[in-house]
């Protein structure tokens, strides 16, 4: 076996990351807009 | 050492070596695991359909009655059994290996039977209602808590056996070198179950003896503090067994379905051994809002330590699908981005289920257990419908529907009978995963609306009204995950009793690393 062939090539792989990344950080900040819009400050 | 060769028969279409008394053993706890599933499934429905306030079908006693049932079967029963096959399922057909001391594992089998049976009891005939968590002043009577450690103490040790076998197999030359990536993952796996189920005696001693009455009343609520903190270092670690068994699981999936192999087993170990190190950080994210504990520490425990974990989880996020994609493009499915994905075995139920357990574990399961171990967001759903919207992504749609797409390979291969129904098989994951992710959705959105988990009656305060819609998905929602997992135990069941047995060579195998004559066991481990 050449050390090619157990090279990874995964380049969906790292686009799914990206997406999965972009899900986290929209529902992280969401959730920061309902805490604040639940127990209003002042 | 006595001579086993003539005690394995050969798997035709893996190769592997199954030791057949270690095969029964399989089969035990399997069929076990797939009947508590039944009554946790029946105890499901009636509840959802209790909560859907269109429906409200139990009377008020019944509906606590039942969500303890359905709490203790599902995540305790049905999930531990299915492990205790994947434990010896890892240390014996895994490493091509003798399984060792089978009577003792007979007698934990035994024990632990006992002790769901008498769980069960428990709650159906003497009427105990604590719900999974147990807080005192909830008190159940002494078979409950009896029932609890005498499961518990047979789970140690099949773990202890676990490793025992482990080494066997190196010691007696049955196996050499590292250990395959899914005996690896579930040694993690035991090694956290041994720490949990330490802290399950810590928890459940106590209470069993507060239940007799050896442990005065006041003794008792004044530790409630401590119960509770004792019972997550338990109840959490059990999640992250089940975490370990389930990534097990999906990189064995992954070379089943479709041939992938890791691409970087190092770091995949790396991952694995990280939950080890987290092995209990995170847990006291379900005391983010108990007064016993200062902010600090609950910070600390939540936040950064919890990482460690979600750091390995993320390894295993990457390395499975790149595992996954790689062999497939190396298949020729190269095209564009996703080929290899759009193009996978879509009607093997091994494939489907893991990939949309994979999806609903990662997506919604791990992305809203980390915004919910945050100290200030804890609050806007503490206790309510969002608690368990969480965990049926975990447990349910991510680990259940793991578990029940390999015992659709798990049947034929190790259980040597054909699947009743592939056409069934195929459609199972679909119609589970999309009832599941229904009820997530439900209770995701009727939580965040207010409603309390654990309610008979939301309608008295009169304020929900907005929720009934999502509690109405969360309703047919239940409905059809319902029958999703009534086609997988119907399958499971039929198949292993009355499916087409599927024949096998029986053949002699030795160790193929023997111990050489002469040798101390010493010497040949450092060799
Ligand atoms: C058809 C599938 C299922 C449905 C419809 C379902 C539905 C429900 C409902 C309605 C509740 C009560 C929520 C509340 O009022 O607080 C609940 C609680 C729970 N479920 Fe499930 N569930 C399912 C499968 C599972 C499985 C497979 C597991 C474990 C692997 C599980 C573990 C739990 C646990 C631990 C609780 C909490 C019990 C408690 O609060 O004491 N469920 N489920
Ligand atoms: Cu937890």
């Known amino acids: 076996m050449s050390h090619d062939d157990n090279k990874m090539h995964a380049p969906g792989t790292f686009v799914l990351a990206l997406i999965f990344l972009l899900w986290f950080i929209v529902i992280y900040f969401v959730q920061w807009f309902a805490l604040w819009d639940n127990w209003p400050i002042g | 050492m006595k001579d086993y060769s003539h005690q394995f028969r050969t798997c035709e279409t893996t190769g592997l070596k199954i030791h057949l008394p270690a095969q029964k053993l399989i089969w035990v706890n399997a069929v076990s695991a797939v009947v508590f599933l039944l009554v946790g499934a029946v105890m499901a429905i009636l509840i959802a359909l209790t909560r859907w306030p269109a429906v409200h079908l139990l009377p008020q006693h019944l509906f606590y009655r039942f969500i303890t049932a359905h709490g203790m079967n599902m995540l305790v029963f ?24 089978i009577k003792f594992a007979w007698f934990n089998w035994i024990l632990m039977i006992i002790g769901a049976l008498l769980v069960n009891y428990a709650i159906f005939v003497q009427g105990v209602d604590v719900m999974f968590t147990a807080y005192p002043p909830l008190k159940g009577t002494p078979l409950y808590y009896l029932g609890i450690i005498l499961f518990a103490v047979g789970a140690l040790f099949y773990s202890f056996q676990f490793f025992f076998a482990v080494g066997i197999a190196k010691k007696e030359g049955w196996h050499q070198g590292t250990l395959p990536l899914f005996t690896f993952g579930m040694l ?4 956290i179950a041994v720490f949990t189920l330490l802290e399950g005696a810590v928890t459940f001693v106590p209470t069993f003896l ?16 401590l119960y509770r903190m004792h ?8 999640q992250q ?30 991952a694995f051994l990280l939950y080890i190190i987290a092995i209990n950080l995170g847990s006291i994210h379900h005391l983010l809002v108990d007064p016993g504990l200062t902010s600090t520490y609950k910070i600390v425990n939540t936040t950064y330590l919890a990482f460690a974990a979600v750091i390995g989880s993320l390894i295993h996020a990457i390395s499975i699908p790149a595992a996954i994609e790689t062999a497939q493009r190396k298949k020729g499915l190269t095209n564009g981005l996703f080929e290899w994905l759009t193009k996978g075995p879509w009607s093997d139920p091994g494939w489907s289920g893991m990939i949309i357990s994979f999806v609903i574990f990662g997506f919604i399961g791990g992305v809203t257990g980390i915004l919910m171990s945050t100290e200030q967001l804890n609050v806007l759903h503490h206790n309510n419908l969002r608690v368990p919207g969480h ?6 749609g991510g680990t259940a529907l793991a578990f029940m797409a390999v015992a659709y390979y798990i049947i034929p291969l190790v259980l040597q009978r054909k699947l009743i129904s592939k056409t069934l098989a195929k459609i199972q994951p679909y119609i589970f995963g999309l009832g599941i992710l229904m009820v997530i959705m439900g209770m995701t959105f009727a939580g965040l609306m207010g409603v309390p988990r654990r309610h008979w009656n939301i309608e008295l305060p009169g304020i929900f009204g907005g929720a009934d819609a999502m509690l109405a998905i969360m309703g047919v929602g239940a409905i059809i995950a319902f029958i999703g997992l ?4 119907g399958i499971a069941v039929l198949s292993v009793f009355f499916g087409e047995k599927i ?9 193929p690393f023997p111990v050489k004559e002469g040798v101390s066991d010493r010497k040949t481990a450092t060799t």
Not at chain 2, 217 to 222: G, I, K, T
């Open chain 2, 486 to 489: 009534l086609i997988f135990i």
């Open chain 2, 210 to 225: 507060w239940s007799v009455g050896i442990i005065p009343e006041s003794w008792m609520l004044d530790s409630t503090a």
């Open chain 2, 241 to 270: 067994i089940n975490l370990a068994a389930m990534v097990a699981i999906w990189y064995l999936l992954g070379t089943l379905t479709v041939g992938a192999k890791p691409v970087n087993q190092k770091l995949s170990r790396i």
């Open chain 2, 78 to 101: 049905w999930i531990v059994f299915f492990e205790m096959a994947g434990l010896i399922f890892g240390a014996s057909a895994v490493l091509k290996t003798r399984f060792p001391a």
């Open chain 2, 391 to 396: 965990f049926h992504a975990t447990v349910v």
């Open chain 2, 231 to 238: 019972f997550w270092a338990f109840g959490h670690s059990a």
């Open chain 2, 188 to 191: 993690v796996a035991a090694i």
């Open chain 2, 503 to 511: 024949p096998s060579k029986m053949e002699v195998h030795n160790p």
